[in-house]
């Protein structure tokens, strides 16, 4: 759930030495926010009369990482009023975050049934069913959000990896393409297209997501190592050794790098037994076990 953020404004001292004018800006409006929830949360039931005086405050208490809290003051506030889809929606949201899955999907489903055009609770309910394995009711969710929302460009990228998981690669590369076009600057949606391709054997056009995304996020390390094994695949066992020892440098428990990389020195008759060493260290011995002992 987004919180309402206020926008407040306030005298900042900036130095350059010590935080950016944005970072300290941020860090003020965090704090103030705070204090405006904790001043909510302390207001006492007998003050209440209105649905949405218990629906303000359980947002606080959402805010705060009160989910038990939270879902207390969403369930006085459908006592008195049971008929606003937000307040079951925002539940839902709670529910959530305490694993309730069945108790949240229950709420989102409310929350439809209130109000039928609610984009962003088939789009909840949906990740949900796909966290629950139950894929194809996932993009049935995500199929209708957007539907209601044509440029709801999270459905996009979550019905995606639904069918990801199903192994409809082509599909899920046409509804990262999408989230792509609707949002350039996502290097989450570049990495997992790059996924699909590979498994397409789209080797080139694998590399180039990958590449997309360490441009987008330069401590992508799944991204270096990912793209390193596709180099290796390739061939380019001196490439594929750079993305790897990168993919280390922003991870050093990174055990599939190791491994991988070890895997890349075998090929070019390097020493190998020490990245297979780090990774049995790191918990996959099987390499290290069967070439260096």
Known sequence: MKSFLFL?????????????????????????????????VAIPDNNFKRA?????????????????????????????????????????????YLKDYD???????????????????????????????????????????????????KSYYNRANSKYDLKDYDGAIADYTKAIELDPNDASVYYNRANSKKYLKDYDGAIADYTKAIELDPNYASAYNNRGHLKNDLKDYYGAIADYTKAIKLDPNYSKAYHNRGISKAYLNQNYCEDFKNSCDLGNCEAYNKLCK
Not at 66 to 76: L, V
Not at 77 to 96: G, L, Q, T, W
Not at 113 to 127: L, V
């Open 52 to 96: 949405s005086d218990y629906y303000n405050r359980a947002h606080s208490k959402y805010d705060l990482k009160d989910y038990d809290g939270a879902i207390a003051d969403y369930t006085k506030a459908i006592e008195i009023d049971p008929n606003v889809a937000s307040v079951y929606y925002n539940r839902a949201n709670s529910k959530k």
């Open 103 to 153: 108790g949240a999907i229950a709420d989102y489903t409310k929350a439809i049934k209130i109000d039928p055009n609610y984009a962003s609770a088939y789009n909840n309910r949906g990740y949900l069913k796909n966290d629950l394995k139950d894929y194809d009711g996932a993009i049935a969710d995500y199929t209708k959000a957007i539907e209601l929302d044509t440029d709801y460009v």
């Open 8 to 40: 407040l404004m306030f005298p900042v001292l900036c130095s350059v030495l010590l935080v950016s004018c944005n970072d300290a800006v941020k860090n003020k409006e965090i704090e103030l926010l705070k204090k405006e929830n904790e001043a909510s």
